[in-house]
């Protein structure tokens, strides 16, 4: 018998995790973890003995890295704890919008209008550099678990 149906399937990403798992006694100081469902750059790390039959745990102390929270977690040493895909990426400023967005230039030539200037020491280096002193400018936008932020600016390199 003829099936009449007509289906449509939308397609989706590659189904690429945001995180993926790592040994506690694998994360080092100045990497990435994830705690409290927030992504982390390790500050420090203290492995503690327990009791005759305890694990080892993990003192990890870790800074939020879009928000600068400081956070802290407590694990046995053998458990997987997850650790956040970071994307460090360079656009070319192109503007600054009344509305405090920048418009970025991406590698293929289209724009990406979708990250605010931050309100802090960065947002403010961003508009001095394009705004005051008229600079070419680089933003060093960095993403991680769907979100993305402005971390760094540098005057762009001249010639070619």
């Not at 492995?47 to 990890?60: D, F, L, R």
């Amino acid at each position: 018998m003829a099936d009449d149906r007509d289906f449509t399937f939308d397609s989706a990403d590659a189904g690429a995790s945001t995180t993926y798992p790592m040994q506690c006694s694998a994360l080092r100081q100045g990497g990435h973890v994830v705690i409290k469902g927030r992504p982390c750059k390790i500050a420090s790390m203290s492995t503690s003995k327990t009791g005759k039959h305890g694990h080892a745990k993990v003192n990890i102390t870790a800074f939020d890295i879009f928000t600068g929270k400081k956070l802290e977690d407590l694990s046995p040493s053998t458990h997987n704890m997850d650790v956040p895909h970071v994307q460090r990426t360079e656009y070319q400023l192109l503007d600054i919008t009344d509305d405090g967005f920048l418009s970025l230039m991406k590698e293929d030539g289209d724009t990406k209008d979708d990250v605010k200037v931050p309100d802090n020491d960065i947002g403010q280096r961003i508009t001095k550099l394009f705004k005051d002193e008229e600079k070419d400018t680089n933003v060093i936008i960095q993403s991680a678990m769907g979100e993305e932020a402005a971390v760094d600016a540098k005057e762009a390199p001249q010639g070619k």
